[in-house]
């Protein structure tokens, strides 16, 4: 109970900020067959889907560490809403570069045909990494090319008005 109370707030958080609502199904209303978001606590770690991915149970999976932060519970609802990792951003490389000797594993680094919708790159979205993501030798995998931004990367306080600026002009 106490779980899905903090999941709740994740929720209610990205409502406040843009024009998406969501509504919890009961069980009689999933059986009609509609796509729906599944929230799991499986021992998988912290991931979503991005988009509707038709589905009909689209697993949004939230281990019990990953709702410890707050933002991490917006992150992934973000995910399910369409949104790739910034670092993902199709123009990422004029904001950030990053050092491919430093990472373990590429995979959340490759660059995705986004759609940005006119909304800037943001190194303060909660859909950012942070410098040291994936590293291999603790030495930082993402450079912000303004040394200024370099210590926003990686916020998980909740939605930047950009992440609510690019869902609000998307839905
Ligand atoms: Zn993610």
Redesign the pocket.
Known sequence: TQQREIIRGGFDHVEQQTCVRFKELGMNEISYGEDHLLITRESTG???FVGHVGLQAQQLNLQDYCILTFGTIV??II?ALGLW?EQQRADRDQHIRVRNGNLRNSG?FVKEKTVSLGVPYDVGSV?HYNSYAFTRNFKITMETLDPLEQNSLGQRTGMSFLDAKIINLAY
């Open positions: 912290c991931h979503s992150h992934e995910h990792h959340q859909m």
